[in-house]
């Protein structure tokens, strides 16, 4: 399934008529060129108007991008440009935008070549403000058109995630699980980011399955199973319910799906679910996160909304972790210290049940929720896809409605560590810079639930300008500071 937006950015340069509007359209020839050269060229659309001072041209402009297609837009000053009709343009354009601004070429050229686009663009962003229209305005918005087309590039994966956002629907099954109140889910943010939800009880859910007993397709199903588990096919008879249920799902989605284009999951997976289903859905969960539907566990809605933004920005998979146990000191010594530049209280390790993608996996293979397991029979707990997460970087992350209906978000960048965990589950041992202060201040202080989303790569400068680009105050915008950077809850003489 085709989860995730083609971003088409339509590039409209502007200009105010008392500077030459040909500085504006040879920039605009020379911006497209070097994205081109190095680019996608199917990202971007070049607008053939020009716009001075007219708003009848503005009009035209944006016509002519949304005639093209154009899902995101970039407003570049060619030189000073109309704060009046640039400012408009963006207003009334639907998707995402940017604003970029052209630098001087040469000393050689600053009597009539001379652009002003420095100055020009401090209007645009007081008349944004004035017309409370959000753009996105890189660290670097001014200048070459071999900065800026590398600036457009970095745009790409931030309208993926915005325009995903516009189009999502999340879909849920039953209440959040008992002794679960941390994965409470206000929905009135969902629907000022522009989020649909449609919330079911897990007796729908259950119904659909047991209509999808003899699907002809399950056989299919359970091949394709069999061969991505390998010699981890350690469960083959719980398979064809695996299956089963992996096309419930995916019905679900095709028939409720609506006017919506993107779909994420929030699943019930216990308490009941097992005796009743007579599985773990934890493998199923996996697989349709790595064909880009994230799947989260125990209803969390926001832990389904955060792996989709991710899902958008990295087009790989994610997971959602658990922020789970520390790391036992006899395996800092051993295995840690003196190796990887970590304090013991950087470590932590991230598990769950068995939902992450074996794409994402050192090693894998199929057993039962040993958790579960210790109140239940064995055999209705099958289903876990477990073993050690591969190492290499990551991006820990989520974006939350508090239980006071406020947006907030953190972001920290680490790594996995090459260390085995000696465990159970889909699981690993994280490394992030001060997470123990971040842990402290941010997780707990700002009343987090312990899900947290993991995109398999640095991916925080992106995350964050999605976020702040999505309403997320500034304030409310965290991520783990260096030791240099105390929290404003942080005791000053610890």
Same mark, same amino acid.
């Given at each position: 399934?085709?989860?995730?937006?083609?971003?088409?950015?339509?590039?409209?340069?502007?200009?105010?008529?008392?500077?030459?509007?040909?500085?504006?359209?040879?920039?605009?020839?020379?911006?497209?060129?070097?994205?081109?050269?190095?680019?996608? #060229?199917?990202?971007?659309?070049?607008?053939?108007?020009?716009?001075? @001072?007219?708003?009848?041209?503005?009009?035209?402009?944006?016509? *002519?991008?949304?005639? =093209?297609?154009?899902?995101?837009?970039?407003?570049?000053?060619?030189?000073?440009?109309?704060?009046?009709?640039?400012?408009?343009?963006?207003?009334?354009?639907?998707?995402?935008?940017?604003? !970029?601004?052209?630098?001087?070429?040469?000393?050689?050229?600053?009597?009539?070549?001379?652009?002003?686009?420095?100055?020009? +663009?401090?209007?645009?962003?007081?008349?944004?403000?004035?017309?409370?229209?959000?753009?996105?305005?890189? @660290?670097?918005?001014?200048?070459? =058109?071999?900065?800026?087309?590398?600036?457009?590039?970095?745009?790409?994966? !931030?309208?993926?995630?915005?325009?995903?956002?516009? $189009?999502?629907?999340?879909?849920?099954?039953?209440?959040?699980? +008992?002794?679960?109140?941390?994965?409470?889910?206000?929905?009135?943010?969902?629907?000022?980011?522009?989020?649909?939800?449609?919330?079911?009880?897990?007796?729908?859910?259950?119904?659909?399955?047991?209509?999808?007993?003899? *699907? /002809?397709?399950?056989?299919?199903?359970? =091949?394709?199973?069999?061969? @991505?588990?390998?010699?981890?096919?350690?469960?083959?008879?719980?398979?064809?319910?695996?299956?089963?249920?992996?096309?419930?799902?995916? *019905?679900?989605?095709?028939?409720?799906?609506?006017?919506? #284009?993107?779909?994420?999951?929030?699943?019930?997976?216990?308490?009941?679910?097992?005796?009743?289903?007579?599985?773990?859905?934890?493998?199923?969960?996996?697989?349709?996160?790595?064909?880009?539907? /994230?799947?989260?566990? $125990?209803?969390?809605?926001?832990?389904?909304?955060?792996?989709?933004?991710?899902?958008?920005?990295?087009?790989?998979?994610?997971?959602?972790?658990?922020?789970?146990?520390?790391?036992?000191?006899?395996?800092?010594?051993?295995?840690?210290?003196?190796?990887?530049?970590?304090?013991?209280?950087?470590?932590?390790?991230?598990?769950?049940?068995?939902?992450?993608?074996?794409?994402?996996?050192?090693?894998?293979?199929?057993?039962?929720?040993?958790?579960?397991?210790?109140?239940? /029979?064995?055999?209705?707990?099958?289903?876990?896809?477990?073993?050690?997460?591969? /190492?290499?970087?990551?991006?820990?992350?989520?974006?939350?409605?508090?239980?006071?209906?406020?947006?907030?978000?953190?972001?920290?960048?680490?790594?996995?560590?090459?260390?085995?965990?000696?465990?159970?589950?889909?699981? =690993?041992?994280?490394?992030?810079?001060?997470?123990?202060?971040?842990?402290?201040?941010?997780?707990? @202080? #700002?009343?987090?639930?312990?899900?947290?989303?993991?995109?398999?790569?640095?991916?925080?400068?992106? +995350?964050? $300008?999605?976020?702040?680009?999505?309403?997320?105050?500034? $304030?409310?915008?965290?991520?783990?500071?260096?030791?240099?950077?105390?929290? #404003?809850?942080?005791?000053?003489?610890?």
């Amino acid at each position: 399934m085709d989860n995730t937006p083609k971003v088409k950015i339509g590039i409209v340069a502007v200009s105010r008529d008392c500077f030459p509007e040909s500085l504006s359209v040879g920039r605009r020839k020379a911006l497209v060129k070097a994205y081109t050269e190095k680019y996608n #060229k199917d990202d971007i659309y070049e607008c053939p108007v020009c716009i001075v @001072e007219s708003e009848i041209q503005m009009v035209e402009a944006l016509e *002519d991008i949304n005639k =093209a297609g154009c899902n995101a837009l970039c407003v570049y000053l060619g030189n000073f440009g109309p704060e009046i009709s640039e400012t408009l343009l963006a207003k009334h354009f639907s998707g995402p935008k940017m604003f !970029i601004a052209a630098a001087e070429e040469s000393q050689d050229s600053l009597l009539d070549g001379r652009g002003d686009a420095y100055c020009g +663009l401090l209007n645009a962003s007081y008349n944004l403000k004035l017309r409370s229209t959000r753009a996105y305005i890189p @660290e670097n918005p001014v200048g070459d =058109a071999e900065d800026l087309a590398d600036e457009i590039h970095s745009f790409v994966p !931030i309208a993926r995630a915005l325009i995903g956002l516009s $189009e999502l629907k999340i879909i849920s099954f039953g209440p959040r699980p +008992l002794n679960f109140l941390a994965c409470n889910a206000p929905i009135q943010q969902l629907y000022n980011l522009g989020v649909e939800i449609e919330e079911n009880s897990e007796l729908d859910l259950f119904e659909a399955f047991n209509k999808h007993a003899d *699907d /002809p397709r399950i056989a299919e199903v359970v =091949a394709d199973m069999e061969k @991505e588990l390998g010699v981890g096919n350690k469960k083959p008879e719980v398979l064809s319910k695996l299956a089963q249920y992996e096309l419930t799902l995916l *019905d679900w989605v095709k028939d409720h799906k609506g006017y919506r #284009k993107y779909v994420a999951i929030a699943g019930k997976c216990w308490p009941a679910f097992q005796t009743q289903f007579g599985f773990v859905p934890c493998y199923v969960n996996s697989r349709l996160t790595g064909k880009g539907i /994230p799947v989260s566990c $125990e209803v969390d809605i926001y832990g389904a909304l955060s792996e989709f933004i991710g899902t958008c920005i990295t087009e790989d998979a994610v997971t959602l972790l658990d922020i789970n146990n520390s790391v036992p000191k006899d395996m800092y010594k051993e295995s840690i210290e003196g190796k990887f530049d970590y304090k013991h209280s950087d470590t932590f390790m991230g598990f769950h049940c068995g939902n992450t993608c074996s794409s994402k996996m050192s090693s894998c293979e199929m057993r039962y929720q040993k958790i579960m397991a210790r109140t239940l /029979p064995k055999e209705v707990t099958n289903g876990t896809l477990e073993g050690d997460i591969a /190492p290499g970087d990551i991006t820990f992350y989520r974006l939350q409605s508090t239980a006071d209906g406020k947006l907030r978000a953190y972001i920290a960048e680490g790594e996995i560590l090459p260390v085995a965990t000696r465990s159970f589950g889909s699981i =690993a041992v994280f490394a992030i810079k001060e997470m123990g202060r971040f842990y402290r201040h941010v997780l707990i @202080e #700002k009343n987090y639930p312990h899900h947290g989303a993991v995109a398999f790569g640095h991916y925080g400068k992106l +995350l964050y $300008e999605v976020f702040k680009y999505a309403g997320v105050p500034l $304030e409310d915008l965290d991520y783990n500071k260096p030791a240099s950077l105390p929290y #404003k809850s942080e005791n000053p003489f610890s």
